[in-house]
């Protein structure tokens, strides 16, 4: 149930938007083995007078942040870093544009299924990757 947000200046078209969050979403799936339905993605888009990019680094600079269960292995989780760089550079990002930060809050931080804790419930998948 990772919650994906994509941080990026605006001037995208609606194509360009959905394809990099779909090349988010194959990612996942790919190395955290996330069933191919969880899909909670959203895009923030920010004037360039609003959303400063480091030095050297071009105008299709992203920050993809990601809030997932714990317990990855640090295989799959380089396996998701590597993974959302080669999708991402397929739709003509630069791979130094590409900031990745992964949050894993414990599971009792997570309200699901209607207001239960993630530890309390079935997730329905594993996360142990």
Known sequence: MPVVRLVVRAGRTTDEKHALLDGLHEALVEAFRIPDDDRTQRIDEYPSEDFEI??????????????AFPGRSFEAKRNL?????????ALGVPALD?????NEP????????????ASEVDIGF????
Request: no cysteine; hydrophobic share 50%.
């Open 54 to 67: 480091p030095p050297g680094r071009s105008e299709k600079y992203m920050l993809v942040e990601i809030t």
């Open 81 to 89: 870093y590597r993974a959302i760089t080669r999708k991402l550079v």
């Open 98 to 102: 590409i900031l990745i930060v992964l």
């Open 126 to 129: 594993d996360i142990q990757v």
């Open 106 to 117: 414990a599971l009792e931080n997570w309200g699901v299924r209607g207001g239960f804790a």
